[in-house]
């Protein structure tokens, strides 16, 4: 029995040795760190090789010495946070996969080139869209004020937090501009970061009005409606002239906001980043300039 434990420790000393006596040698040679990814495949193939070598020779009890280091190895601090590593690693892996995926069906599937409407219409409904973080001043004031439509908001979405109420918004020319949402000033678009953005006062009057909702609104408008697409760096819009017979698909965009590119493709406005992906949107969809350059031109402060 003594001797059977004897050989058991025997094993167990030489897996020690020859797994981390030569690794803790080579890593002592300076510039060595470059090379620190060989160690772990050292480690692995060394016991590996004794553990069986071992067993192929008949030594049993060393190999079994050998099979109780990875046991301790394994169950030590040390070695549960490799295996944690590990798993993270694989879990890396298959996220990466899935979002790779994701974003070839974004580039690939379901988008549709952008038609022009067959009429000129004064409202436009946006539905939700998602109208937070890119662009300096709000959508919805920013298109009444630049093209005199009405601009309706429905499911506002800012941030993946969704808003369900129903807003109008538009642009008159007025000596009076009073009431409650009624204002001469743009509003800010939240970002999840301050800004040194202002609400910016304007030579219109903003009117601003809460209407109830539109589910079975049939008034001609254009329409753009952000349709599920599985990953959220994916915008995927479907632009609709709405019409009293019914509604034609204008075309399908896809956004992907990682890579930050269009599909299809869509001219990028002058002055405008390529990540503002409703401005560069909507300049498409209604053949205008949107931009903070073209706002400025109604700020009260401009030279006319």
Same mark, same amino acid.
């Given at each position: 029995?003594?001797?059977?434990?004897?050989?058991?420790?025997?094993?167990?000393?030489?897996?020690?040795?020859?797994?981390?006596?030569?690794?803790?040698?080579?890593?002592?040679?300076?510039?060595?760190?470059?090379?620190?990814?060989?160690?772990?495949?050292?480690?692995?193939?060394?016991?590996?090789?004794?553990?069986?070598?071992?067993?192929?020779?008949?030594?049993?009890?060393?190999?079994?010495?050998?099979?109780?280091?990875?046991?301790?190895?394994?169950?030590?601090?040390?070695?549960?946070?490799?295996?944690?590593?590990?798993?993270?690693?694989?879990?890396?892996?298959?996220?990466?996969?899935?979002?790779? +995926?994701?974003? *070839?069906?974004?580039?690939?599937?379901?988008?549709?080139?952008?038609?022009?409407?067959?009429?000129?219409?004064?409202?436009?409904?946006?539905?939700?869209?998602?109208?937070?973080?890119?662009?300096?001043?709000?959508?919805?004031?920013?298109?009444?004020?630049?093209?005199?439509? +009405?601009?309706?908001?429905?499911?506002?979405?800012?941030?993946?937090?969704?808003?369900?109420?129903?807003?109008?918004?538009?642009?008159?020319?007025?000596?009076?501009?009073?009431?409650?949402?009624?204002?001469?000033?743009?509003?800010?678009?939240?970002?999840?970061?301050? %800004?040194?953005?202002?609400?910016?006062?304007?030579?219109?009057?903003?009117?601003?009005?809460?209407?109830?909702?539109?589910?079975?609104?049939?008034?001609?408008?254009?329409?753009?409606?952000?349709?599920?697409?599985?990953?959220?760096?994916?915008?995927?819009?479907?632009?609709?002239?709405? %019409?009293?017979?019914?509604?034609?698909?204008?075309?399908?965009?896809?956004?992907? $906001?990682?890579?930050?590119?269009?599909?299809?493709?869509?001219?990028?406005?002058?002055?405008?980043?390529?990540?503002?992906?409703?401005?560069?949107?909507?300049?498409?969809?209604?053949?205008?300039?949107? $931009?903070?350059?073209?706002?400025?031109?109604?700020?009260?402060?401009?030279? *006319?």
């Amino acid at each position: 029995m003594k001797r059977y434990f004897l050989e058991m420790f025997f094993g167990f000393v030489a897996a020690v040795v020859l797994a981390l006596g030569p690794p803790i040698a080579f890593l002592a040679i300076p510039a060595a760190g470059f090379f620190f990814f060989v160690v772990p495949i050292w480690i692995v193939g060394v016991v590996g090789l004794l553990f069986f070598g071992l067993l192929i020779f008949g030594r049993i009890p060393s190999a079994i010495g050998v099979g109780l280091l990875v046991v301790a190895v394994a169950l030590s601090p040390l070695g549960r946070a490799a295996i944690a590593l590990v798993d993270q690693v694989d879990k890396h892996k298959d996220d990466n996969k899935f979002a790779q +995926r994701k974003f *070839k069906e974004c580039a690939t599937t379901g988008y549709v080139p952008l038609q022009q409407p067959s009429a000129k219409y004064d409202r436009i409904v946006l539905d939700k869209i998602e109208m937070c973080g890119a662009e300096n001043y709000d959508i919805a004031d920013t298109v009444a004020i630049l093209t005199g439509m +009405r601009v309706i908001v429905s499911n506002r979405v800012c941030f993946d937090t969704h808003h369900t109420e129903v807003w109008e918004t538009m642009a008159e020319r007025s000596n009076s501009c009073v009431g409650g949402r009624d204002s001469t000033k743009v509003g800010v678009t939240p970002h999840l970061l301050p %800004t040194k953005t202002a609400p910016l006062d304007v030579d219109v009057c903003l009117r601003r009005r809460q209407i109830p909702d539109l589910s079975g609104d049939r008034t001609p408008a254009i329409v753009l409606r952000a349709i599920p697409f599985g990953l959220g760096d994916c915008h995927a819009t479907a632009v609709v002239e709405r %019409t009293q017979s019914g509604d034609v698909e204008l075309g399908r965009i896809h956004y992907d $906001s990682f890579h930050q590119r269009y599909y299809p493709d869509l001219a990028l406005p002058e002055g405008v980043a390529k990540n503002n992906w409703l401005i560069v949107l909507l300049s498409a969809v209604l053949q205008q300039d949107l $931009s903070d350059k073209a706002l400025m031109a109604h700020a009260v402060t401009a030279e *006319k």
